[in-house]
């Protein structure tokens, strides 16, 4: 599960890190992946929408089993 929510985060990568932030993995628990906005992202007043819109709405439709994603 791991290797597969890695992929998809490798995925979003390229285009959080064109604006100067970073995406990274924490923790996966009972559906539920915790990451960390890294950089720019981590103090964007839009992270909270990349996070649902982007980040979690990827990793859901890639992999069924997750219902969300939290930031720490």
Do not use: H, W
């Not at 995925?11 to 970073?22: H, K, N, S, V, Y």
């Amino acid at each position: 599960m791991i290797d597969r929510i890695q992929a998809v985060l490798d995925e979003i990568r390229p285009a959080l890190q064109a604006d100067g932030g970073d995406v990274e993995f924490i923790d996966y628990n009972e559906g539920v992946v915790t990451v960390r906005m890294k950089g720019a992202c981590g103090n964007c007043p839009m992270s909270l929408m990349t996070l649902k819109n982007g980040i979690e709405a990827r990793m859901k439709a890639r992999i069924p089993e997750i219902q969300g994603v939290e930031s720490i």
